[in-house]
């Protein structure tokens, strides 16, 4: 879990532990289990559709970090107060590494009537495979509110879902119904891929109509923004910002960053910057540059702003998270990090996009004072090296 991070997946905030038990601070999700919701009948195709977007962006971001969940279903998917999926329980998941000579998996595991047909057959599976695999029975079972594959006695299930033996009801939509069945094709190797899944025609209707809704919010903003930019300004000089005290201060610094000791990638996902300048002004040159930058902008919770990408990249659509603190009534530190999306794309977007528009508030970036520093300890023992041979030459 610490590994996968992503605004579709369960957050672990904190592990701790005594001599008897372990306790794992995650992420509260008011909205209970997606089982729950499909307990009382089929969901509505474009609420199905949403959920299943969210459900194959969080479960490929598992697969590009090496994390094969292995028992995807409605229990284990739960929903936040915004109705957004976050896919949960990952006790029965397997690292990359956890594959033998063959490069497959070979742990039999997960619930019966989402488990792929290889999985069964003990001969060894591909973890990426089988995912997809469950991930079609949900499919199927939002749209239709009950299991493709149900039988009383157990054998004669896997019998079923070893030839891949369903059948869809009438109102099952003809363009979904494509994309289950090539997503329940009992060949492992012929199965579709993550890729062809985004890229299908029911996929990507509904990342349409995602992308239109932040483009009328954004038109909106504009609209709100430029009729009342005295009463935004007001506004912004009363936000409230979380102080930052020397502890907090002290866990900033390079020196006494642990998160090698989890990470198992090192990817540099965030960055700092400190401002002479008020919120108020902090604020509204992050909300100037997202413009500028055609980034979706929302406030998340005191002093955290969310700046979204329109467009899906790489991995999903950019997200990037930046949180001021006070740390005297002049002085602040802004925190900008990667929340969603590809790395390479956000640390791309931060050196040549951000840095640039923000550089009238910033005081310096972390990293910048270190570099200068190292480079002026640099000149005197050049300086110290040129006199010593000048010396021995002349000796």
Not at 49 to 69: E, M, P, T, W
Not at 174 to 191: F, G, H, I, Q, Y
Not at 290 to 317: F, H, N, P, S
Request: hydrophobic content about 35%.
């Amino acid at each position: 879990m610490r590994i996968a991070k992503h605004p579709n997946i369960v957050q672990l905030y904190e592990v701790m532990a005594t001599k008897t038990k372990i306790f794992f601070v995650m992420e509260y999700c008011k909205g209970g289990e997606l089982f729950n919701k499909v307990a009382n009948g089929r969901l509505k195709v474009d609420v199905a559709r949403k959920y299943f977007i969210q459900l194959i962006n969080a479960v490929d971001f598992c697969h590009s970090r090496g994390v094969y969940h292995r028992d995807i279903k409605p229990e284990n998917l739960l929903l936040d107060e915004n109705e957004n999926l976050k896919v949960s329980d990952f006790g029965l998941s397997a690292l990359a590494e956890s594959k033998r000579q063959d490069g497959l998996l070979h742990t039999t595991c997960g619930t019966p009537a989402y488990v792929a047909p290889e999985v069964i057959s003990r001969k060894g599976y591909d973890g990426v495979a089988a995912d997809i695999w469950s991930c079609g029975v949900v499919l199927y079972v939002l749209l239709s509110g009950y299991l493709p594959f149900h039988d009383s006695n157990l054998m004669e299930m896997y019998k079923k879902i070893g030839k891949a033996d369903f059948r869809y009801p009438s109102w099952f939509p003809p363009e979904a119904r494509r994309l289950v069945s090539k997503m329940l094709d009992p060949n492992p190797t012929s199965r579709i891929s993550m890729s062809k899944i985004r890229g299908s025609g029911w996929f990507k209707r509904g990342l349409i109509a995602e992308l239109k809704k932040p483009e009328m919010e954004n038109e909106q903003a504009s609209q709100d923004s430029g009729n009342s930019n005295h009463n935004a300004e007001t506004k912004q000089e009363s936000v409230q910002l979380p102080n930052l005290n020397a502890f907090d201060i002290i866990s900033l610094s390079d020196g006494f960053d642990l998160s090698g000791l989890f990470d198992r990638i090192s990817e540099k996902r965030e960055t700092r910057f400190s401002s002479r300048q008020p919120a108020s002004v902090i604020i509204s040159k992050l909300e100037e540059a997202a413009r500028r930058l055609k980034l979706k902008v929302k406030k998340k919770d005191a002093g955290v702003w969310k700046l979204e990408r329109l467009k899906e990249g790489r991995k999903g659509i950019l997200s990037i998270d930046a949180e001021i603190f006070q740390v005297t009534p002049t002085f602040h530190l802004v925190e900008i990090k990667k929340s969603n999306g590809d790395t390479l794309e956000y640390q791309k977007m931060v050196k040549e996009d951000m840095k640039p528009a923000l550089q009238d508030i910033v005081w310096v970036w972390q990293g910048d004072q270190q570099q200068q520093h190292e480079e002026h300890q640099e000149q005197p023992q050049q300086q110290n090296d040129s006199s010593s041979a000048s010396t021995s030459n002349y000796d």
